[in-house]
């Protein structure tokens, strides 16, 4: 079983459109965070929620929303896509407690035409 | 604010050599630190973490990482490398507070030379 799972893992679409990128979390964990990986493989966190609510919003456009439909879920839409959109996506989830570490899913590789 | 400094985008080890891989980190309170490994289109993986206790924290594949509270640092060690061990790997920060997120370093790509 996978615990954290995102779709599509690719995902290439003109400039412009509107896509959606979903993930869940099998691991009963409280909190799910969104990060983008640039081509130089920098991760910078993107938005977190806790419990379904907003904790963390990195200054991130607001063409991305993200929407938490209960806590296994935290679902990225991004709206009127940019070239400079394209990245790898990666959702994550922790426990909150101390020292807990994020378990990541296996990305979704967006390219923008 | 948290902010972790990997030293060296790209380091090249033979095989069967010691991996030492740098890590400083900047906090006002005390970090719990994590390195993850990546390998290539994959997702990140965990290879160790230090909460409290032991300084000297052993994790997956041989690795282990020691805290360093006056250095400020948290290097990634392996005795021996192998083939298998070529992948980026990446420091990692957190408080743990309310508004927690786990802050990366830039990351350093791992070379095995056979």
């Known amino acids: 079983d996978t615990a954290v799972s995102q779709t599509p893992k690719y995902l290439v679409t003109q400039m412009g459109n509107d896509k959606s990128i979903k993930c869940e979390q099998n691991?009963?964990?409280?909190?799910m965070y969104w990060y983008k990986q640039d081509s130089k493989k920098f991760l910078k966190i993107m938005f977190s929620y806790n419990n379904k609510e907003l904790i963390i919003n990195e200054t991130v456009p607001n063409r991305f929303s993200p929407k938490s439909p209960d806590k296994a879920h935290l679902n990225l839409h991004i709206n009127s896509l940019e070239l400079g959109d394209s990245a790898v996506y990666f959702c994550?989830?922790?426990?909150?407690?101390?020292?807990?570490?994020?378990?990541f899913g296996q990305g979704t590789r967006l390219t923008v035409v | 604010a948290q902010s972790v400094t990997q030293l060296g985008s790209h380091v090249s080890v033979s095989e069967g050599a010691l991996v030492l891989l740098r890590c400083n980190y900047s906090s006002s309170v005390p970090p719990y630190l994590f390195w993850y490994v990546q390998y290539p289109n994959q997702g990140l993986q965990l290879l160790l973490k230090?909460?409290?206790?032991?300084?000297l924290v052993k994790g997956i594949n041989g690795f282990e990482a020691e805290f360093k509270k006056s250095e400020t640092s948290f290097h990634l060690t392996k005795p021996s490398a192998h083939m298998s061990d070529a992948a980026e790997y990446f420091c990692a920060v957190s408080t743990m507070n309310r508004d927690d997120k786990i802050i990366f370093g830039k990351g350093t790509r791992l070379h095995i030379l056979p």
């Open positions: 691991l009963g964990h409280d909190t």
């Open positions: 230090y909460t409290t206790g032991a300084t």
């Open positions: 994550a989830s922790s426990q909150r407690g101390e020292g807990s570490e994020a378990f």
